[in-house]
Structures are given as structure tokens and as C-alpha cells.
């Protein structure tokens, strides 16, 4: 028997870095560098211990839709070791929302052909956390979310999502999406090895043709959310310094309580 994993990682801007809308309200990745989102990382890491606990014949396929430089997060996820890759890439996603990115993703994962799908929690920058679920709609597959523990046995897809009063066990028969969170196990660093190994795996690229896909069903053009204003957040202000001369605590408790934190 064999498992096909599509893992898709998005290319994020740096978190720490220096972030700016361009004219058009959308964010400027020219201006910043970017990187794997972190929480997809949680979802590589399970996919590649699905395989090493597997007597099955495994094949991670890592895949994002992203700029040129996406290429970065595909090459990190290979070298943890992932088998192959597939870009995505066409100057027509400009501003593609999550229905668009959705639609994109789909048809690749389709494309590729996939038996689990393994999604992050959320992506760092954007964070809505609901691609996964719309995958599973477009592919008409089950989905199993935010699973923090997860197997592959017999043809189905074992997890537990925790919840603030109950921890649930849920399983799905394949082909099926899961989206795993940060509690599900820490991610592996790549090795010398890892690294050099990467640069000789397939990394396929693919544009909105590959997939039949019309310019108008994407980009800022075919996005259902609109972005009518932006505005950069304000500078921190100074803090405010209580200084005790013996009413410390009080003048302390009068200040929380005028903030509303008690
Ligand atoms: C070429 C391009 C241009 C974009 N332009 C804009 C823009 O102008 N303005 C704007 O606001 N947003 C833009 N986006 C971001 C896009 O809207 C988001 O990727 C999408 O809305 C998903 O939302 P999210 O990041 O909150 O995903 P979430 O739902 O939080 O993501 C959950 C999981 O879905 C998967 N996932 C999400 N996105 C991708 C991806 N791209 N590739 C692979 N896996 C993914 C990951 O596994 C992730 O952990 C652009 C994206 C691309 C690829």
C-alpha cells in the first residue's frame, strides 16, 4: 500500500522584520523577507512521522502558492525531508483572499493527487485558520481540525483535538484534511544532510493554466473580502511610572483600575 501526503506551507513575511501596504492596500512582500510559517513546520514534522511510523510506502509532496522567493519555505520543508515539491506561482495571484488561495490549493492538491492532506493551525501573517476547511469543501473530503495528535491506520485518519473543557478523539476515513496546532510536537531542525539532500529533490512549478484556472477567479479581481483602508499601527507611547513614596501600591491598584484591568 502507499499514502500520498500533500502538506501545504505558506511563505510568510518575517513577523520581525519591517512590514508596509503597498498602493493598492495589499502588503508589500518586495519590502520584507519572508520564511515557512512556523505552525506549518508543526505540520511537516507530522507528516514525515506518519511515514516513519508507516509500513506503508510514503511520499510527502509539500506545496504552497506564494512569490519567487516561496521557493525558500519549500526548500526548508525538504530539507527537514519532505520528497518533492510543488510551486505554484503566477503574477495573476496578486491579492487572492483565502477562497481564491483555497481554489488554488484544491486544484493542485487534485492535481498532484493525495490520499491525507496536512494543513497548519493558521498561518502566521494572515491567521484565519480557514483554509483547511474550505480544502475539505472544495475536495469534498472530511476534515479533521486543529488535531494536536494524529496517526494513519487501515485506510483511516486517527486524532485528538483538545478543548478547553474536553479532549475529543475523532477519526476519518481517507482521503481527508487535517490541520494540526502547535501542541502536536515540536518540529524537527534540518540537518547538514537534510539540507544538502533537498537541493537535488523535484521541486515542479505550476501557474493558473496548469490548473484551469481563469485570471478573474483570483487576485484582487476575484477576492471576495476587500480591504477599504489601512493605516500603520501608532509608536509605543512612553509607559507610565509609578514612583512609591509610600501610596506605591495604592496609586498602583487606582491606575489598573482606571485602565479596567481589575
Ligand atoms: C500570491 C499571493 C498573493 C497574496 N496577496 C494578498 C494580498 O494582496 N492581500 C492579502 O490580504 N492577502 C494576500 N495573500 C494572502 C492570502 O490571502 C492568504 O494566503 C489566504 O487568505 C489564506 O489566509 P490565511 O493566511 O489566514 O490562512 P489560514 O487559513 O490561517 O491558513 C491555514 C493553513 O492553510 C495553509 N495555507 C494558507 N495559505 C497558504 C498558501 N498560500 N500556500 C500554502 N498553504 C497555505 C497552511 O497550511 C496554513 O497553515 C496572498 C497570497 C498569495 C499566495
Known amino acids: 500500500m502507499s499514502l500520498r501526503i500533500v502538506v501545504t506551507v505558506k511563505y510568510v513575511p518575517d513577523a520581525t522584520g519591517d512590514r508596509h501596504f503597498a498602493d493598492d492596500l495589499t502588503v508589500d512582500r518586495d519590502d520584507v523577507d519572508g520564511l515557512l510559517s512556523e505552525l ?3 505540520a511537516v514534522e507530522q507528516a514525515l512521522q506518519i511515514s516513519e511510523n508507516s509500513d506503508d510506502d510514503v511520499e510527502i509532496t509539500v506545496l504552497t502558492v506564494g512569490p ?3 521557493k525558500d519555505a519549500l526548500r526548508k520543508a525538504l530539507s527537514m525531508g519532505a520528497d ?3 510551486h505554484v506561482e503566477d503574477d495573476d495571484l496578486h491579492g487572492t483572499d483565502a477562497i481564491g488561495t483555497s481554489l488554488v490549493l484544491a486544484k493542485a492538491i487534485e492535481k498532484a493527487g493525495y490520499d491525507l492532506v496536512i494543513s497548519g493551525m493558521a498561518s502566521t501573517d494572515g491567521t484565519m485558520g480557514v483554509v483547511p476547511a474550505l480544502l475539505a469543501e472544495r475536495l469534498g473530503v472530511p476534515q479533521v481540525t486543529l488535531l494536536s495528535e494524529v496517526s494513519v491506520e487501515d485506510g483511516t485518519v486517527k486524532g485528538r483535538r483538545d478543548g478547553d473543557a ?3 478523539q475523532l477519526e476519518a476515513s481517507l482521503p481527508a484534511v487535517v490541520s494540526v496546532t502547535d501542541q502536536s510536537g515540536e518540529a524537527r531542525y534540518p540537518s547538514f544532510k537534510g539540507i544538502m539532500a533537498a537541493k537535488k529533490k523535484p521541486v515542479q512549478s505550476w501557474d493558473l493554466s496548469d490548473l484551469e484556472i481563469e485570471a478573474e477567479e483570483v487576485g484582487l479581481e476575484g477576492a471576495y473580502t476587500v480591504v477599504d483602508t489601512a493605516a500603520e499601527r501608532p ?5 507610565t511610572i509609578v514612583k512609591d513614596e509610600g501610596e506605591g501600591g495604592k496609586q498602583l491598584a487606582e491606575y489598573l483600575a482606571s485602565q479596567k484591568f481589575v
Open 40 to 42: 506549518d513546520e508543526y
Open 68 to 70: 519567487e522567493d516561496a
Open 84 to 86: 518533492k515539491a510543488i
Open 166 to 168: 474536553a479532549s475529543e
Open 235 to 239: 509608536a509605543r507611547t512612553a509607559g
